[in-house]
């Protein structure tokens, strides 16, 4: 059997990521424990007995607010309610000192500090203390700041081609994870609310394996991000393991990571989802809301993209006219009107309400 990769043709660089833990003031601080909405479904190392040189190991923490401004819908005029974030340094003796503010939607704040500091802030009247998880090689750590959400829920209206089985009132929600793939959660999150994805083509579906996309429309914002990449996000045992309907962004290799994401096709062998995840690059920050027969649905005529098959080619759509060449050559593609972080919609929020 063919075990197939989820490839892009361009090349990404490195971070990595702190998880919190929900702390009682006053509690010293732990080493490393990386935990999923509230830590109870993976089961992580927490070292307690780790030499003192090592927890004081100097390291640089970027702290990264993905909060949206949501629309204040009980107000008749528009506006927004901010979440911006404070945040703390947590010291001995009960001692907290302010860092700094960090603005939403993608703001963030480096600090510099040692393995094993703690730090706290405070969403929805709700204070968190959790202390970053050691710093990777480069001496560096990564975290969103989430408090008890689930996640940020992003929605792909999608827009068929005539030739599809897809209606035209179709939504493809995304749940964005922030604990599992921080860096990777983060760069979708910015792609989205830059509009990188809207118009973008399925250019890659193939049945029981992927659908792949993630190269603009847009000529400038194509050529703006290409270089943009992200390092690899960090693994931990229990990890949690592709199943259909997760969402990964696709590279080339080590630090690849730019904008084209695949999703995990319903009817994936257990070898094949065995497989995704053995290539650093190739980690789950979102997964599919709702029933997964929307991805069954979108057009895979074509098969697979070269050399795997005949149909349409990643760097051909790179070029300037690579949106005529898909019309031209594969004029039956499904494609996204536009994606959007749905508490950033004031309609979409109070309809939801």
Same mark, same amino acid.
């Given at each position: 059997?063919?075990?197939?990769?989820?490839?892009?043709?361009?090349?990404?660089?490195?971070?990595?990521?702190?998880?919190?833990?929900?702390?009682?003031?006053?509690?010293?601080?732990?080493?490393?424990?990386?935990?999923?909405?509230?830590?109870?479904?993976?089961?992580?190392?927490?070292?307690?007995?780790?030499?003192?040189?090592?927890?004081?190991?100097?390291?640089?923490?970027?702290?990264?607010?993905?909060?949206?401004?949501?629309?204040?819908?009980?107000?008749?005029?528009?506006?927004?309610?901010?979440?911006?974030?404070?945040?703390?340094?947590?010291?001995?003796?009960?001692?907290?000192?302010?860092?700094?503010?960090?603005?939403?939607?993608?703001?963030?704040?480096?600090?510099?500090?040692?393995?094993?500091?703690?730090?706290?802030?405070?969403?929805?009247?709700?204070?968190?203390?959790?202390?970053?998880?050691?710093?990777?090689?480069?001496?560096?750590?990564?975290?969103?700041?989430?408090?008890?959400?689930?996640?940020?829920?992003?929605?792909?209206?999608?827009?068929?081609?005539?030739?599809?089985?897809?209606?035209?009132?179709?939504?493809?929600?995304?749940?964005?994870? /922030?604990?599992?793939?921080?860096? $990777?959660?983060?760069?979708? #999150?910015?792609?989205?609310?830059? !509009? %990188?994805? +809207?118009?973008?083509?399925?250019?890659?579906?193939?049945?029981?394996?992927?659908?792949?996309?993630?190269?603009?429309?847009?000529?400038?914002?194509?050529?703006?991000?290409?270089?943009?990449?992200?390092?690899?996000?960090?693994?931990?045992?229990?990890?949690?393991?592709?199943?259909?309907?997760?969402?990964?962004?696709?590279?080339?290799?080590?630090?690849?990571?730019?904008?084209?994401?695949?999703?995990?096709?319903?009817?994936?062998?257990?070898?094949?989802?065995?497989?995704?995840?053995?290539?650093?690059?190739?980690? /789950?920050?979102?997964?599919?809301? $709702?029933?997964?027969?929307? #991805?069954?649905?979108?057009?895979? !005529? %074509?098969? +697979?993209?070269?050399?795997?098959?005949t149909g349409p080619d990643p760097s051909r759509i790179y070029d300037a006219d690579g949106?005529?060449?898909?019309?031209?050559?594969?004029?039956?593609?499904?494609?996204?009107?536009?994606?959007?972080?749905?508490?950033?919609?004031?309609?979409?929020?109070?309809?939801?309400?």
């Open positions: 059997m063919r075990v197939l990769s989820a490839t892009t043709l361009y090349i990404v660089v490195t971070l990595a990521f702190a998880q919190e833990e929900e702390r009682v003031p006053g509690e010293a601080a732990v080493d490393a424990l990386l935990a999923y909405e509230g830590g109870d479904q993976y089961d992580m190392p927490v070292e307690n007995n780790i030499d003192e040189d090592i927890r004081e190991m100097p390291m640089i923490v970027t702290f990264v607010n993905e909060f949206p401004n949501q629309p204040a819908t009980f107000l008749k005029i528009p506006s927004v309610i901010s979440k911006s974030i404070d945040l703390f340094w947590e010291g001995p003796e009960d001692v907290s000192e302010f860092k700094g503010t960090i603005a939403p939607r993608g703001g963030s704040f480096r600090v510099n500090t040692f393995s094993g500091h703690e730090f706290s802030y405070e969403i929805d009247g709700t204070r968190h203390y959790f202390p970053p998880m050691d710093a990777n090689e480069n001496g560096e750590q990564y975290a969103i700041l989430s408090g008890d959400v689930d996640g940020f829920l992003v929605r792909c209206e999608l827009r068929p081609r005539d030739s599809s089985v897809l209606d035209d009132t179709v939504n493809l929600d995304l749940l964005v994870n /922030p604990y599992w793939a921080p860096r $990777g959660a983060s760069q979708f #999150l910015a792609l989205v609310r830059r !509009g %990188y994805y +809207d118009g973008v083509c399925f250019n890659r579906v193939v049945p029981e394996f992927l659908v792949q996309f993630g190269i603009a429309k847009d000529f400038t914002l194509r050529n703006e991000w290409i270089g943009n990449t992200i390092p690899d996000d960090e693994t931990y045992e229990n990890y949690p393991q592709f199943e259909p309907g997760y969402v990964s962004f696709a590279g080339s290799g080590p630090d690849s990571r730019t904008t084209e994401i695949f999703i995990v096709m319903p009817g994936a062998s257990q070898e094949q989802l065995d497989y995704f995840g053995e290539n650093s690059w190739e980690t /789950p920050f979102a997964v599919v809301q $709702g029933d997964l027969e929307i #991805l069954t649905n979108i057009y895979s !005529g %074509y098969g +697979d993209m070269p050399p795997w098959g949106y005529e060449y898909l019309a031209e050559k594969f004029p039956s593609l499904d494609y996204i009107d536009r994606c959007y972080v749905v508490n950033e919609e004031a309609n979409v929020f109070t309809a939801e309400l």
